[in-house]
T-cell receptor, first 116, second 116 residues
Framework: NAGVMQNPRHLVRRRGQEARLRCSPM?????VYWYRQLPEEGLKFMVY????????ESGMPKERFSAEFPKEGPSILRIQQVVRGDSAAYFC??????????????FGNGTRLTVT | AQSVAQPEDQVNVAEGNPLTVKCTYS??????LFWYVQYPNRGLQFLLK??????LVKGSYGFEAEFNKSQTSFHLKKPSALVSDSALYFC??????????????FGTGTKLQVIP
């Protein structure tokens, strides 16, 4: 299955710890998007990355959150010093590439972060 | 700024009856519109899209959507609902074309419950 792969599926962290969420895009895709889903709030855009480049981080909180998509390896969403309000489902999506903005996004099954 | 609204948090329909899930949008240019479905504990799956052309778009699993420019709507429809259609449905919009990146904005989702 060459779909979008996210791991872990479930992640439990205590307040103050760091959370690292990984996303491998669909084969042949070079663009990655991260979204956060909270009940009653729908899907909130966080960040859009190409390999080694952040294109749009307008949805990322200014503190504690960072994202990267290195030349080799998966995209990483990193949350430092987690708080209970960070508990949510985090989804990664990928798309083919520049100029192909009409293509639908392909989503992974998400990482469910629980902060205790 | 682009936006999308799904006015109904939940839609209930009897199995075999037609269903409609509503979506309205706001963009500066021409809208690129998408519908996605999410089953429990899964990521979003693409159903259909409107870019240009016929106002009635057909998609996966017997779903279709009607683009109405004057009403800025893109309602999702199906002639005969199945219990297996019960899921969370998201409408999404991308503003364009501007020849470059435009992020996708999602609605808050509508829970469809098909009653046997």
């Amino acid at each position: 299955n060459a779909g979008v792969m996210q791991n872990p599926r479930h992640l439990v962290r205590r307040r103050g710890q760091e959370a690292r969420l990984r996303c491998s895009p669909m084969k042949g895709h070079s663009h990655v998007y991260w979204y956060r889903q909270l009940p009653e709030e729908g899907l909130k855009f966080m960040v859009y990355l190409q390999k080694e480049n952040i294109i749009d981080e307008s949805g990322m909180p200014k503190e504690r959150f960072s994202a990267e998509f290195p030349k080799e390896g998966p995209s990483i969403l990193r949350i430092q010093q987690v708080v209970r309000g960070d508990s949510a489902a985090y989804f990664c999506a990928s798309s083919p590439g520049t100029g192909d903005y009409n293509s639908p996004l392909h989503f992974g099954n998400g990482t469910r972060l629980t902060v205790t | 700024a682009q936006s999308v609204a799904q006015p109904e948090d939940q839609v209930n329909v009897a199995e075999g009856n037609p269903l409609t899930v509503k979506c309205t949008y706001s963009v500066s240019g021409n809208p690129y519109l998408f519908w996605y479905v999410q089953y429990p504990n899964r990521g979003l799956q693409f159903l259909l899209k409107y870019i240009t052309g016929d106002n009635l778009v057909k998609g996966s699993y017997g779903f279709e959507a009607e683009f109405n420019k004057s009403q800025t709507s893109f309602h999702l429809k199906k002639p005969s609902a199945l219990v297996s259609d019960s899921a969370l449905y998201f409408c999404a919009v991308r503003d364009g074309p501007f020849g470059g990146y435009q992020k996708v904005t999602f609605g808050t989702g509508t829970k469809l419950q098909v009653i046997p």
